[in-house]
């Protein structure tokens, strides 16, 4: 079966570094997406992205935060320079299409620790 | 501003019992509500998704509801196992938001 597939699975980074995550959404999906869980909270979302734009954001999405599509395949997520308050998991999220009718599939996350 | 609520925030129950996890949102204008399991520290699996249109969707010992006008879903779960120990979370899309919102899940523990 089809599945987002995330790495690392486990990333441990210092404070004010650059850290890049990774996603492979599934092949003949077009909307791909990142959310974050902090410890204990709610998932949150972050950015959407289509047709190599960024469709939507959210106020967490400041300047720190960026997302490229860097070829056919790969969705990733780049922290300029991290806080502590990053710490999260990081997930990924495809779709095929937008709408009512369309199931939103998750990657394993990547745990970010920010030290 | 969408709110997703889970009531409850966990629950326990021996293994058997059919059970049922309960989320409301404050915007009724949803394109779909959608229901995950998320184990400790792992990702999140989906398990059904019900349009705004359906009223519900069954998966295995699994249906799920929706009451679109009054802002309700319910997960049924039915005879319960202890490999269904995991939270569930549900979430919701709403017309001209591309995002889901979550609710902040039910921990659900069943015991052999």
């Known amino acids: 079966e089809p599945e987002v597939t995330q790495t690392p699975s486990h990333q441990v980074t210092q404070m004010g570094q650059e850290v890049i995550l990774r996603c492979v959404p599934i092949s003949n999906h077009l909307y791909f997406y990142w959310y974050r869980q902090i410890l204990g909270q709610k998932v949150e979302f972050l950015v959407s992205f289509y047709n190599n734009e960024i469709s939507e954001k959210s106020e967490i999405f400041d300047d720190q935060f960026s997302v490229e599509r860097p070829d056919g395949s790969n969705f990733t997520l780049k922290i300029r320079s991290t806080k502590l308050e990053d710490s999260a998991m990081y997930f990924c999220a495809s779709t095929l299409e937008d709408g009512g009718g369309t199931e939103a599939f998750f990657g394993q996350g990547t745990r970010l620790t920010v030290v | ?112």
């Open chain 2, 1 to 112: 501003k969408q709110e997703v609520t889970q009531i409850p925030a966990a629950l326990s129950v021996p293994e058997g019992e059919n059970l049922v996890l309960n989320c409301s949102f404050t915007d009724s204008a949803i394109y779909n509500l959608q229901w995950f399991r998320q184990d400790p520290g792992k990702g999140l699996t989906s398990l059904l998704l019900i349009q705004s249109s359906q009223r519900e969707q069954t998966s295995g010992r699994l249906n799920a509801s929706l009451d679109k006008s009054s802002g309700r879903s319910t997960l049924y779960i039915a005879a319960s196992q202890p490999g269904d120990s995991a939270t569930y979370l549900c979430a919701v899309r709403t017309y001209n938001n591309n995002d889901m919102r979550f609710g902040a899940g039910t921990r659900l523990t069943v015991k052999p």
